[in-house]
């Protein structure tokens, strides 16, 4: 359930930049199908790819889990 | 430097429950050599790890990674 939550906050900011799955993978140099498989809730992510995602999205690790 | 910053947050965090790392690890039925790897900084843990640890902390995700 916390990967699906994550997911979703994710996907949320992430269309805020108004990037693309494919062109915000590319930013913060991740795969994409990775990348999207993280916004899809499907992995155990790990805190240096958390971190990579938060940075990509301008945001603190503490903004990246609100409400969360 | 983020696993570094997340294991010094938990240990904080840990400490004001005034459990030991080993009472802490066997609370939230984690390995106690890995929990103590992870207060160290050595670890790329997992959202279910951290959030697993926040659990135990009684504490949201946000606030684990508070000032992180």
Not at 13 to 37: C, H, P, V, W
């Amino acid at each position: 359930m916390i990967k699906v939550k994550f997911g979703h906050r994710v996907q949320e900011l992430r269309r805020k930049t108004g990037l693309s799955q494919e062109k915000f993978a590319l930013l913060i140099n991740m795969d994409r199908t990775y990348f999207a498989s993280v916004e899809s809730g499907k992995r155990n992510i790990s805190i240096e790819n958390i971190y990579k995602i938060a940075n990509g999205l301008n945001v603190t690790m503490e903004e990246l889990f609100r409400d969360i």
